[in-house]
C-alpha cells in the first residue's frame, strides 16, 4: 500500500488540522514526496541537522500529532520549529550532507534511497521552511 506525503505551510494547528479531511491545496504550498516512514524521517533529520539524540526528540513528542483518523490511516504533524529555523537556515551544502547521512542511517535499516531523491526531498522542504518561516506559518505532514 503506498502512503501519500504531503508537506504544508499553515498558520496554526486548527488549520493544519484540515487537512485531515483532504490533501492540502494551493494555498498551503503543499510539497507531496514518495513513500517512507516521514514521522521517523523528520526526527532523523532533526537530529541530524540540529545534534539532538533520536530519543530526546521521541521522548519530547516529537513529531507533535495534531490531527488523527485510525480509521484511515490519516495523520497531520508540526514540524518543530527548531527543525523549520534549521532547514531554513542550512546552505546547500549542509542539505547535501544531512541527505547523504539520511541515506546512511536509512541503509543500517534496510531502507535504500536514491541520494539525489534523498537531497531533492530535504532541500524542497528546507525552501517550504524558509517560505514559512518568512510569512510566520508553521510546517506541517498530512500522512495518508
Not at 513513500?35 to 541537522?49: G, H, M, Y
Request: with cysteine.
Amino acid at each position: 500500500m503506498s502512503t501519500v506525503i504531503d508537506f504544508f505551510v499553515a498558520p496554526d494547528d486548527t488549520s493544519a488540522a484540515t487537512a485531515l479531511r483532504a490533501r492540502p491545496g494551493p494555498a498551503h504550498e503543499p510539497l507531496s514526496v514518495g513513500n517512507f516512514d516521514v514521522e521517523e524521517a523528520v526526527v532523523e533529520w532533526e537530529c541530524l541537522l540540529v545534534g539532538t539524540t533520536f530519543e530526546d526528540l521521541v521522548d519530547a513528542g516529537e513529531p507533535r500529532t495534531v490531527a488523527d483518523r485510525d480509521e484511515d490511516e490519516c495523520l497531520v504533524f508540526a514540524l518543530s520549529p527548531r527543525l523549520c529555523a534549521a532547514l531554513a537556515a542550512a546552505e546547500e551544502s549542509r542539505l547535501r550532507d544531512v541527505a547523504r547521512s539520511w541515506v546512511e542511517w536509512r541503509a543500517r535499516d534496510g531502507e535504500v534511497f536514491e541520494p539525489e531523491i534523498a537531497h531533492g526531498i530535504v532541500g524542497d522542504l528546507a525552501a517550504l521552511a524558509g517560505r514559512a518561516g518568512r510569512s510566520e506559518q508553521g510546517v506541517y505532514c498530512r500522512v495518508g
